[in-house]
C-alpha cells in the first residue's frame, strides 16, 4: 500500500527537481497478489478507506508539535470493469478535504529519521462495491504563504482499504433470505388467531404484530439486489431499517413488562377495585406509556440525524467525514459513548422492571392454594412459561445492548485514529449471529406463546370452593393465555 517510499524515490524527485505540488500519490485497490492482479467483488458489499501518515522527525523542517496541523487533501476516485481498457478509467467522486494531524514522538528517539505516531484519518467511505477495480489519486498542494501542509517530513503514505469478508456476506444473506419467510409466515397466523376472536385487540397484541412487521422488513432480503445492480444507498437503508427495528423492540419490553406489572395494594376493597378497574383500562392503552416511549423514539431520532449527517452527505461525496475536524469527531466520540451510556441504563431498568413483575409473581402464589387442582396446574404452567420468557427477554436485551456498544466502537475506532483495532470479534459476533439469530427466534416465540388460543378452559368440579367457582366463570371468559397470566398477575394477592 506503500506508495512513496525509500531513498531511491527521494533521489529521482530531487534530481528531476520535481516540485511537490506535482507529485499525485496513486493507489489501486485491489493490490496484486504473487504477480496476479485481483479483482474487487460485489459480495463485499462497501468499502471503508483510512490513511495512514508516517511523518520523519527532521530538525530542519520540524512537526509543528504545538498545534495539530491540517492535511489538505485533493482527492479523486476512479472505477474500471475487467472488460474495460487498461487505461479507461471513469470518475467516481472528486473532493478536496482537510483532515486533522495528531502525531507525537517520544522524547528519548526525537533524532532525525524517526517516527512520529500518527492516528488514522478516514478517507473515503462507499456504500456499495460494484466496480472490479478502483483507482485513489492523491496530491498534497503545498502552499508557503498560507501555510498549507506545513506538517514537516512527509515519509510514508499509506492508504488502507477494508470491505466485508465475501464469507461473511453470503453467510448474512442466506439467513436474512431464510428468516424472512418464516417470521412472515407466523406473523400473517397470529394476526389471522387474533382477527377470529370476534373482539377488539389488545395493546399486547398489536405491539406484538407491529415487532413482526418492523422485523419482517428488517429481515427482507433486498441486498440481493446490489450483486446486480448499483445501490449505493443501501447502507443508509439498513441503518434505517435497523434503527426501525431498535425503536421497536425498546418500546415493545416496555409496553410487556408493563402490561404484566400488578398494580399497588389499598388499604380497602372499594378503593382496590376502582383503582383496579383504572389501571386494567390504563395498561391496556398506549398514552400510559408516552414518558417511557417518548425517551426512546428521541434516543432513535437522535441516532438517525447522526446517521444522515454522515452517510446521507456521502453519498454525494464519499470522502465527506463527520471525523474530520477536530469539533466533528468530539461531537460524534460524545454520541458514542453517551449511547452506550443510555442503552446501559435502560437495560437496568427493564431488569429492575422485570425483577418488580417476578415479586408480583412471587406474592400471588398463594391464590394458587385456594384454586382447584386443574386450574393450579393450569395456572403453574403458565407462570413457569411467562418466567421463562422474561429470562429470555432479559438475555435478549443484555445480548442486543451489547452488540449496539461493540458496533458502534468497533465502527468508530477506525474513525477516530485506533491504529491497533480488530474487526474479528464483531464479525463473530454479527455472524454467530448471536442477536440477530436470537431476534428472529425470540419474535417468533413471542409471536407462538401470544397467539389467542381456541381452548376451552375446563374446571375441575371435584376440588372447588365459592371463591374458586367465582373465578373460573370470569377466567374462562378470558380470550388467551396471555390475557389469562396478565389478568392474573394484576389482581391483588389473597391471603
Same mark, same amino acid.
Given at each position: 500500500?506503500?506508495?512513496?517510499?525509500?531513498?531511491?524515490?527521494?533521489?529521482?524527485?530531487?534530481?528531476?527537481?520535481?516540485?511537490?505540488?506535482?507529485?499525485?500519490?496513486?493507489?489501486?485497490?485491489?493490490?496484486?497478489?504473487?504477480?496476479?492482479?485481483?479483482?474487487?467483488?460485489?459480495?463485499?458489499?462497501?468499502?471503508?478507506?483510512?490513511?495512514?501518515?508516517?511523518?520523519?522527525?527532521?530538525?530542519?523542517?520540524?512537526?509543528?508539535?504545538?498545534?495539530?496541523?491540517?492535511?489538505?487533501?485533493?482527492?479523486?476516485?476512479?472505477?474500471?470493469?475487467?472488460?474495460?481498457?487498461?487505461?479507461?478509467?471513469?470518475?467516481?467522486?472528486?473532493?478536496?478535504?482537510?483532515?486533522?494531524?495528531?502525531?507525537?514522538?517520544?522524547?528519548?528517539?526525537?533524532?532525525?529519521?524517526?517516527?512520529?505516531?500518527?492516528?488514522?484519518?478516514?478517507?473515503?467511505?462507499?456504500?456499495?462495491?460494484?466496480?472490479?477495480?478502483?483507482?485513489?489519486?492523491?496530491?498534497?498542494?503545498?502552499?508557503?504563504?498560507?501555510?498549507?501542509?506545513?506538517?514537516?517530513?512527509?515519509?510514508?503514505?499509506?492508504?488502507?482499504?477494508?470491505?466485508?469478508?465475501?464469507?461473511?456476506?453470503?453467510?448474512?444473506?442466506?439467513?436474512?433470505?431464510?428468516?424472512?419467510?418464516?417470521?412472515?409466515?407466523?406473523?400473517?397466523?397470529?394476526?389471522?388467531?387474533?382477527?377470529?376472536?370476534?373482539?377488539?385487540?389488545?395493546?399486547?397484541?398489536?405491539?406484538?404484530?407491529?415487532?413482526?412487521?418492523?422485523?419482517?422488513?428488517?429481515?427482507?432480503?433486498?441486498?440481493?439486489?446490489?450483486?446486480?445492480?448499483?445501490?449505493?444507498?443501501?447502507?443508509?437503508?439498513?441503518?434505517?431499517?435497523?434503527?426501525?427495528?431498535?425503536?421497536?423492540?425498546?418500546?415493545?419490553?416496555?409496553?410487556?413488562?408493563?402490561?404484566?406489572?400488578?398494580?399497588?395494594?389499598?388499604?380497602?376493597?372499594?378503593?382496590?377495585?376502582?383503582?383496579?378497574?383504572?389501571?386494567?383500562? /390504563?395498561?391496556?392503552?398506549?398514552? $400510559?406509556?408516552?414518558?417511557?416511549? +417518548?425517551?426512546? %423514539?428521541? #434516543? !432513535? &431520532?437522535?441516532?438517525?440525524?447522526?446517521?444522515?449527517?454522515?452517510?446521507?452527505?456521502?453519498?454525494?461525496?464519499?470522502?465527506?467525514?463527520?471525523?474530520?475536524? /477536530?469539533?466533528?469527531?468530539?461531537? $460524534?466520540?460524545?454520541?458514542?459513548? +453517551?449511547?452506550? %451510556?443510555? #442503552? !446501559? &441504563?435502560?437495560?437496568?431498568?427493564?431488569?429492575?422492571?422485570?425483577?418488580?413483575?417476578?415479586?408480583?409473581?412471587?406474592?400471588?402464589?398463594?391464590?394458587?392454594?385456594?384454586?382447584?387442582?386443574?386450574?393450579?396446574?393450569?395456572?403453574?404452567?403458565?407462570?413457569?412459561?411467562?418466567?421463562? &420468557?422474561?429470562?429470555?427477554?432479559?438475555?435478549?436485551?443484555?445480548?442486543?445492548?451489547?452488540?449496539?456498544?461493540?458496533?458502534?466502537?468497533?465502527?468508530?475506532?477506525?474513525?477516530?485514529?485506533?491504529?491497533?483495532?480488530?474487526?474479528?470479534?464483531?464479525?463473530?459476533?454479527?455472524?454467530?449471529?448471536?442477536?440477530?439469530?436470537?431476534?428472529?427466534?425470540?419474535?417468533?416465540?413471542?409471536?407462538?406463546?401470544?397467539?389467542?388460543?381456541?381452548?376451552?378452559?375446563?374446571?375441575?368440579?371435584?376440588?372447588?370452593?365459592?371463591?374458586?367457582?367465582?373465578?373460573?366463570?370470569?377466567?374462562?371468559?378470558?380470550?388467551?393465555?396471555?390475557?389469562?397470566?396478565?389478568?392474573?398477575?394484576?389482581?391483588?394477592?389473597?391471603?
Amino acid at each position: 500500500m506503500d506508495t512513496f517510499s525509500g531513498e531511491a524515490d527521494k533521489m529521482e524527485i530531487e534530481q528531476k527537481h520535481i516540485d511537490a505540488n506535482q507529485i499525485v500519490f496513486s493507489q489501486l485497490v485491489p493490490l496484486p497478489r504473487d504477480g496476479i492482479q485481483l479483482d474487487m467483488s460485489r459480495w463485499f458489499q462497501n468499502l471503508i478507506s483510512v490513511l495512514d501518515i508516517n511523518i520523519e522527525y527532521n530538525s530542519e523542517n520540524p512537526y509543528p508539535e504545538h498545534q495539530k496541523p491540517e492535511l489538505l487533501v485533493e482527492a479523486k476516485l476512479f472505477y474500471r470493469d475487467k472488460e474495460d481498457d487498461e487505461s479507461d478509467w471513469k470518475l467516481l467522486a472528486e473532493s478536496t478535504e482537510r483532515r486533522t494531524l495528531n502525531c507525537v514522538i517520544e522524547k528519548d528517539i526525537r533524532v532525525d529519521g524517526s517516527l512520529y505516531h500518527c492516528e488514522l484519518l478516514p478517507f473515503f467511505e462507499l456504500g456499495s462495491v460494484h466496480y472490479d477495480y478502483y483507482l485513489i489519486n492523491i496530491r498534497l498542494p503545498v502552499n508557503k504563504k498560507d501555510k498549507t501542509n506545513q506538517f514537516g517530513q512527509l515519509a510514508d503514505l499509506s492508504v488502507i482499504a477494508i470491505f466485508q469478508n465475501g464469507g461473511f456476506t453470503k453467510v448474512w444473506f442466506s439467513m436474512k433470505t431464510v428468516f424472512f419467510p418464516m417470521v412472515l409466515a407466523v406473523l400473517v397466523w397470529f394476526w389471522i388467531r387474533v382477527m377470529t376472536q370476534g373482539r377488539a385487540t389488545n395493546l399486547t397484541e398489536r405491539t406484538i404484530f407491529s415487532l413482526g412487521i418492523i422485523l419482517s422488513i428488517m429481515n427482507c432480503p433486498i441486498e440481493w439486489l446490489t450483486l446486480a445492480v448499483n445501490m449505493p444507498f443501501m447502507m443508509l437503508i439498513n441503518d434505517i431499517r435497523d434503527g426501525a427495528f431498535y425503536a421497536m423492540l425498546l418500546s415493545f419490553w416496555l409496553i410487556f413488562v408493563g402490561e404484566h406489572m400488578m398494580v399497588s395494594n389499598l388499604a380497602n376493597s372499594f378503593c382496590l377495585l376502582r383503582f383496579s378497574f383504572k389501571s386494567t383500562v /390504563e395498561r391496556n392503552r398506549l398514552s $400510559a406509556y408516552w414518558k417511557h416511549l +417518548t425517551v426512546v %423514539i428521541l #434516543a !432513535c &431520532l437522535a441516532l438517525f440525524i447522526f446517521e444522515m449527517c454522515e452517510r446521507g452527505r456521502q453519498l454525494v461525496n464519499p470522502f465527506y467525514s463527520i471525523w474530520s475536524s /477536530e469539533v466533528g469527531g468530539v461531537a $460524534a466520540f460524545g454520541f458514542i459513548i +453517551t449511547a452506550g %451510556i443510555a #442503552a !446501559c &441504563l435502560y437495560f437496568i431498568f427493564l431488569c429492575y422492571q422485570v425483577f418488580k413483575v417476578f415479586r408480583n409473581i412471587s406474592s400471588k402464589r398463594t391464590s394458587l392454594l385456594h384454586m382447584s387442582t386443574l386450574r393450579r396446574k393450569y395456572y403453574s404452567g403458565l407462570i413457569f412459561r411467562f418466567k421463562f &420468557l422474561m429470562v429470555v427477554t432479559l438475555l435478549c436485551a443484555a445480548l442486543t445492548v451489547i452488540f449496539f456498544i461493540i458496533g458502534q466502537l468497533s465502527e468508530g475506532q477506525w474513525k477516530w485514529g485506533d491504529v491497533d483495532v480488530s474487526l474479528e470479534y464483531t464479525s463473530a459476533f454479527l455472524t454467530g449471529k448471536c442477536v440477530y439469530g436470537l431476534w428472529n427466534v425470540y419474535v417468533i416465540a413471542l409471536l407462538s406463546l401470544y397467539a389467542p388460543s381456541h381452548k376451552k378452559f375446563i374446571s375441575d368440579t371435584d376440588d372447588t370452593d365459592t371463591n374458586s367457582r367465582e373465578e373460573e366463570v370470569q377466567l374462562t371468559q378470558m380470550p388467551s393465555e396471555s390475557s389469562n397470566i396478565t389478568n392474573f398477575i394484576s389482581k391483588p394477592a389473597t391471603d
